[in-house]
């Protein structure tokens, strides 16, 4: 099957910085490209659908000027988590959806904690 | 919207058993069906899927049954081995749209050795 990475695979960051985190799409085109958040025992949250080229959609309850996505290329996601708090800690991960299948494929995850 | 109920939320077996694992959706204009497989600290992997287009689809010890009729899917694992264990999560997509998938809560499978 396809193959999606992320980068970092886990990241401990302090109260009131700003992290990163990148989602690639190796061996296929990814017009769209998703975000989730997904809380220890519980279901995948949808935060955001990105879309190359054009501003992300939000999900209702997710804030947009504090999860910043950027999908600027066919193969390569952004999601930046501004002015992290400890209730941002999570495990984060992406998406990508084959253009020619419409078949999505999960990275492996993002384990954010802010301390 | 759509929405996608999965059952049982917890599922034990003893290696060898068969498995299954039921899902039911709500909007009949959903015809692309996925399963996904997460293992701890790991992202989802996609196991099978089915489209509307068939009822049944099968890979080696993994099969998914579609009854567009009941607006239910189910996925079924033979002979399970302690390497099945894991989180199974079941979603359905509509056509058209943002084509963005419903997920089901999640099965966690525990298969005994």
């Known amino acids: 099957g396809a193959v999606v990475s992320q980068h970092p695979s886990w990241v401990i960051c302090k109260s009131g910085t700003s992290v990163k985190i990148e989602c690639r799409s190796l061996d296929f085109q990814a017009t769209t490209m998703f975000w989730y958040r997904q809380f220890p025992k519980q279901s995948l949250m949808l935060m955001a659908t990105s879309n190359e080229g054009s501003k992300a959609t939000y999900e209702q309850g997710v804030e947009k000027d504090k999860f910043l996505i950027n999908h600027a290329s066919l193969t390569l996601s952004t999601l930046t988590v501004t002015s992290a708090h400890p209730e941002d800690s999570s495990f984060y991960i992406c998406?990508?959806?084959?253009?020619?299948?419409?078949?999505?494929?999960f990275g492996p995850g993002t384990r954010l904690t802010v301390l | 919207g759509e929405n996608v109920e999965q059952h049982p939320s917890t599922l034990s077996v003893q290696e060898g058993d068969s498995a299954v694992i039921k899902c039911t959706y709500s909007?009949?204009?959903?015809?692309?069906f996925p399963w996904y497989k997460q293992e701890l600290g790991k992202g989802p992997q996609l196991i099978i899927d089915i489209r509307s287009n068939v009822g049944e689809k099968k890979d080696q010890r993994i099969a998914v049954t579609l009854n567009k009729t009941a607006k239910h899917f189910s996925l079924h694992i033979t002979e399970t081995q302690p390497e099945d264990s894991a989180v199974y999560f079941c979603?359905?997509?509509?056509?058209?749209?943002?084509?963005?998938?419903?997920f089901g809560r999640g099965t966690s499978l525990i298969v005994h050795p």
């Open positions: 979603a359905a997509r509509a056509s058209g749209g943002s084509y963005i998938p419903t």
């Open positions: 909007d009949s204009a959903s015809n692309y």
């Open positions: 998406s990508a959806r084959v253009d020619s299948t419409d078949t999505q494929y």
